[in-house]
T-cell receptor
Framework: DAGVIQSPRHEVTEMGQEVTLRCKPI?????LFWYRQTMMRGLELLIY????????DSGMPEDRFSAKMPNASFSTLKIQPSEPRDSAVYFCASSPFAPGSRNGYTFGSGTRLTVV | DQQVKQNSPSLSVQEGRISILNCDYT??????FLWYKKYPAEGPTFLISISSIKDKNEDGRFTVFLNKSAKHLSLHIVPSQPGDSAVYFC??????????FGKGTHLIIQP
């Protein structure tokens, strides 16, 4: 099992550019979560999906952020246009259970985004 | 507004001694708590959890204590080992949503 796979591992982009982060969850996992880690706020839940359907996107900071899950094996988080304050590590996690089950989260290694 | 608070950004402990990491929460709806461990350039990994119906859960060198009246939990690691050096995140859950995490505490085990 390759685990949760995120790409790219590092992304450096200029302010105003579009950024797309990608996630492949563990096969068979029904729930997928996007988190953002910053020094100021720790790990923040941005959005989560259950069976490819977005359930709660209240954590998405602004309309510049959007996420999709077109199928069970792929999800994207897009920032357009990007700003320096978006610089953070973005984690994707998946779980074989419904979001409220609390257990079974497996995190990817994250994408470190730097917006200059 | 942080619902899960880890007020110590870092903690340094001597190898062999006890490490105590603290976490406070504000949401009374939280009924399940977890600790995750994170090494640099890796994602967080699950360490130990506790349900609100218990006040203690032990797994080897790791013990989590829950004080519901104080809305406080702590993670004890004894004895501390060099491989325990990592960032530890406290997380809480109270319903159908995903986990709510704190800011993390960087534990440094000194030889």
């Amino acid at each position: 099992d390759a685990g949760v796979i995120q790409s790219p591992r590092h992304e450096v982009t200029e302010m105003g550019q579009e950024v797309t982060l990608r996630c492949k969850p563990i096969s068979g996992h029904n729930s997928l979560f996007w988190y953002r880690q910053t020094m100021m706020r720790g790990l923040e839940l941005l959005i989560y999906f259950n069976n490819n359907v977005p359930i709660d996107d209240s954590g998405m900071p602004e309309d510049r952020f959007s996420a999709k899950m077109p199928n069970a094996s792929f999800s994207t988080l897009k920032i357009q246009p990007s700003e320096p304050r978006d610089s953070a590590v973005y984690f994707c996690a998946s779980s074989p259970f419904a979001p409220g089950s609390r257990n079974g989260y497996t995190f990817g290694s994250g994408t470190r985004l730097t917006v200059v | 507004d942080q619902q899960v608070k880890q007020n110590s950004p870092s903690l340094s402990v001597q190898e062999g001694r006890i490490s105590i990491l603290n976490c406070d929460y504000t949401n009374s709806m939280f009924d399940y708590f977890l600790w995750y461990k994170k090494y640099p350039a890796e994602g967080p990994t699950f360490l130990i959890s506790i349900s609100s119906i218990k006040d203690k859960n032990e797994d080897g060198r790791f013990t989590v204590f829950l004080n519901k009246s104080a809305k406080h939990l702590s993670l004890h690691i004894v004895p501390s080992q060099p491989g325990d050096s990592a960032v530890y995140f406290c997380a809480a859950s109270g319903g159908a949503d995903g986990l709510t995490f704190g800011k993390g505490t960087h534990l440094i085990i000194q030889p």
